[in-house]
């Protein structure tokens, strides 16, 4: 039999298999050994209003998401905001196809994220501000990323405080801590909370730019960027909360790049490079809702002096601030009679 404590862990899970089948038939398949599902029966159980296909694109709407992808391809919009699939969106026998994990560990929370059970039921906040003392993180002529992962932190902390929430800093100031130093600090918060690391990033080349947010890999899906390890078949801590951790990502991934436009044109201060799987040490073991935020590129010169700017500093502090609001309202229980 299993023990209560695994049944607990497994109950949401249960919940969301139940609640799916329960729903009209879905249309599923094997491709290349692995579980799709077909956008026609998404279209149906998740109510679009219509899918339309023009050469390898395809559009699902509704009244309030719009969800674009491409045959062969791991990107998806929703309402603008980029996602990265686990696996492309397959085509047989004429149609289009999502694969099941894909359905289930990030569609579905982003769908329906109310749904995800006892998510909003919290005022703590642990901030994460990546890199300190000896390791200074990614570096350019204008600063440190630690330096500017601090900063940031600090801004939201303020934030955060004045709307009367519990904030926990795993640093306050320049000193060095380890990854499980920052995950255990976040492990002795006993009432719910959520994580959100804070960093800036570095490429080999000055022309890699942008924002991208990274939850953790579901089990069985590999580190983004790299095929599948035995160890990605293995639970981490923080895999309980895959449906949570994509929901604030969502959240706070939209709200930064809603936020990062030049009021009078519209157009974007950096480009969106999407919401992302990865098995980060920091965000594994944590026991709350986590994902990790990559600010911009200290590596690119026009972010460089971006990341540097008091004011943008200041936006990101309130996108994330404003992020974590959205997120609590999001996945706050339905109303009556929706589910």
């Not at 998740?46 to 992808?69: C, H, N, P, W």
């Not at 085509?91 to 289009?96: I, L, N, P």
């Not at 920052?182 to 959100?196: G, H, L, M, T």
């Not at 969502?250 to 044109?265: I, R, S």
Request: with cysteine.
């Amino acid at each position: 039999m299993l023990r209560s404590s695994m049944l607990h862990r497994l109950l949401p899970l249960l919940l969301l298999i139940f609640t799916l089948a329960a729903q009209a038939a879905w249309e599923e398949r094997q491709i290349n050994g692995r579980g799709y599902i077909s956008l026609q029966s998404i279209k149906t159980n998740y109510q679009f209003a219509r899918i339309s296909t023009s050469g390898r694109a395809v559009v699902l709407e509704s009244d309030k998401v719009r969800m674009q992808l491409s045959l062969g391809s791991v990107d998806c919009l929703m309402n603008g905001v980029k996602f990265v699939f686990s696996y492309p969106v397959a085509e047989a026998d004429g149609k289009g196809w999502i694969s099941k994990i894909d359905l289930i560990k990030l569609v579905h929370p982003v769908l329906r994220p109310a749904f995800i059970e006892n998510a909003g039921n919290f005022r703590t906040v642990i901030i994460d501000a990546g890199h300190g003392g000896k390791d200074a993180g990614a570096t350019n002529r204008l600063g440190t990323e630690a330096r500017y992962n601090l900063i940031i932190a600090n801004h939201l902390k303020q934030i955060l405080l004045a709307q009367k929430y519990n904030v926990i800093m795993t640093r306050s100031d320049d000193r060095y801590l380890s990854l499980q130093q920052r995950v255990d600090i976040a492990n002795r918060v006993k009432e719910n909370a959520i994580f959100i690391s804070i960093h800036h990033n570095s490429a080999g080349n000055s022309a890699a730019r942008g924002i991208e947010t990274f939850t953790l890999s579901p089990v069985g899906v590999a580190h983004y960027g790299r095929g599948l390890k035995s160890s990605d078949f293995t639970a981490k801590t923080g895999n309980y909360h895959d449906s949570a951790n994509v929901a604030l990502a969502t959240a706070v991934h939209g709200t930064v790049l809603t936020n990062l436009k030049d009021p009078k044109t519209g157009r974007s201060y950096t480009i969106d490079r999407g919401i992302k799987r990865a098995r980060f040490s920091v965000i594994s073991g944590v026991e709350h809702p986590s994902i990790l935020l990559e600010c911009g590129f200290m590596t690119h010169p026009y972010e460089a002096r971006l990341i540097h700017d008091a004011g943008y500093q200041r936006t990101m502090a309130k996108s994330i601030a404003m992020a974590i609001e959205r997120y609590r309202r999001a996945v706050g229980k339905p109303a009556a009679g929706q589910r």
